[in-house]
């Protein structure tokens, strides 16, 4: 939501004169969230960054940020709130977090026991081992929002589900045996012998052969707040206490090059730099109805 009001206000601020002069001075923003906070992932003192950055007016619109403003109902033209007041609309957007599908609920539920073990913590996913195994079904794998680790919760980002989806995909290239209980093994005269990471795994005797279980790395956490700045939170190692933070126009330019990173091809970086520049320069591409 807050990344979303962000990019909203900025095309208020920027396009909007330009496109619908005769809406100017009409047009408010309004940002309701259940919550005492925004940004739950960053740190207290970023959160407060990015609430002062919203509620400036210094591209002459400010985002007006309500907190522990839970929605009741959405009607035509009202938003009933759970402190018993409405908020009148045009245009409602909603940006709220993820749920579990029916789809996944349902598998948890069929498979019995083994997952009903853990239905308290899974709250609706699959509880899955270190190795990414559904419980009680060995022969099915989970990842990403759709799971729950046991042994290592782990958050529902997309992050964590990338280098889940990695992990696994190299153990079923390396060759590895997955059997109903304990760690995959390296089958002999698998691929996955040749491969480094075998060669370093193999000093320890104890572990030679066998699937290390899936640690996830924290690589940060980066937001836009619109008029381009952004605010990044790295952990840099030694733990959550060693962090690198900022917030502003730097923040923002470490933002497009991560977005950037993640497109897959030189095409698609290279479309997405030009679409960058057009809208820097002669403003955003949009149909007029």
């Known amino acids: 939501g807050v990344e979303?009001?962000?990019?909203?206000?900025?095309?208020?601020?920027?396009?909007?004169?330009?496109?619908?002069?005769?809406?100017?001075?009409?047009?408010?923003?309004?940002?309701?969230?259940?919550?005492?906070?925004?940004?739950?992932a960053f740190d207290g003192d970023l959160q407060d960054a990015a609430l002062e950055r919203l509620r400036s007016n210094a591209q002459g619109i400010a985002v007006d940020v309500r907190l522990r403003a839970g929605v009741q109902e959405v009607t035509e033209s009202e938003i009933l709130?759970?402190?018993?007041?409405?908020?009148?609309?045009?245009?409602?957007?909603?940006?709220?977090?993820i749920g579990t599908l029916d789809f996944v609920k349902d598998?948890?539920?069929?498979?019995?026991?083994?997952?009903?073990?853990?239905?308290?913590?899974?709250?609706?996913?699959?509880?899955?081992?270190p190795w990414m195994r559904v419980i009680g079904a060995p022969d099915?794998?989970?990842?990403?929002?759709?799971?729950?680790?046991?042994?290592?919760?782990?958050?529902?980002?997309?992050?964590?589900?990338?280098?889940?989806?990695t992990y696994l995909g190299r153990l079923f290239?390396?060759?590895y045996v997955f059997d109903a209980d304990g760690p995959p093994k390296l089958r002999p005269g698998s691929p996955g012998e040749k491969t480094l990471r075998q060669l370093r795994g193999s000093l320890d005797k104890s572990t030679r052969g066998f699937a290390p279980p899936f640690s996830f790395?924290?690589?940060?956490?980066?937001?836009?707040?619109?008029?381009?700045?952004?605010?990044?939170?790295?952990?840099?190692?030694?733990?959550?206490?060693?962090?690198?933070?900022?917030?502003?126009?730097?923040?923002?330019?470490?933002?497009?090059?991560?977005?950037?990173s993640k497109q897959y091809g030189l095409r698609s970086r290279i479309l997405v730099a030009v679409d960058w520049a057009k809208a820097r320069l002669f403003g955003r591409d949009l149909s007029r109805l």
């Open 173 to 175: 290239a390396d060759g």
């Open 4 to 40: 979303l009001c962000g990019e909203l206000r900025d095309f208020v601020a920027q396009d909007v004169p330009r496109l619908y002069p005769d809406v100017v001075g009409f047009v408010r923003i309004l940002l309701l969230t259940s919550s005492n906070k925004v940004l739950m």
């Open 107 to 129: 598998a948890s539920k069929g498979i019995g026991a083994a997952q009903a073990e853990h239905a308290s913590q899974a709250r609706g996913r699959l509880a899955v081992d």
């Open 81 to 97: 709130l759970s402190d018993g007041s409405s908020v009148q609309y045009t245009l409602a957007l909603w940006a709220a977090g």
């Open 217 to 260: 790395l924290n690589l940060g956490i980066l937001a836009y707040v619109g008029s381009s700045e952004a605010l990044v939170q790295i952990i840099v190692g030694g733990g959550d206490e060693k962090k690198l933070k900022g917030v502003g126009q730097a923040g923002f330019a470490l933002w497009r090059s991560v977005y950037l």
């Open 140 to 165: 099915v794998f989970a990842f990403g929002d759709c799971a729950h680790v046991v042994e290592s919760p782990y958050p529902a980002t997309a992050q964590v589900a990338s280098q889940a989806g």
